[in-house]
């Protein structure tokens, strides 16, 4: 099995559940070149972990962080944060 095979090669963005267990879930997210996953806010802590690609994590309080394959960034709750992808790029999201 392969995370790109997952998504719809045409969506801009692309999600689907990779795992949900009693504690968390893992959703991973392809975001094409050029494109952004919009702004939007999270309830509960998360982590973003860039598997392939290049994309930039920015917030509300003026963090920016290029992300690189194996980079992360953990994600405060309830900041206003979107993604930008600098290439076809896939993404692991841990709540």
């Not at 790109?4 to 879930?25: A, R, W």
């Not at 997210?29 to 973003?48: D, F, R, S, W, Y």
């Amino acid at each position: 099995m392969n995370i790109k095979d997952k998504h719809n090669i045409e969506k801009p963005v692309s999600t689907f559940s990779l795992f949900k267990g009693g504690e968390g879930t893992a959703t991973a997210m392809q975001i094409l070149n050029g494109q952004q996953l919009k702004e939007h806010v999270t309830k509960v802590p998360a982590l973003l972990l860039c598997i392939a690609g290049s994309v930039i994590f920015e917030n509300e309080k003026g963090t920016k962080v290029p992300l690189l394959p194996g980079d992360y960034v953990n994600i405060e709750p309830m900041v206003k944060h979107w993604v930008n992808a600098n290439d076809d790029s896939q993404l692991l999201l841990l709540k």
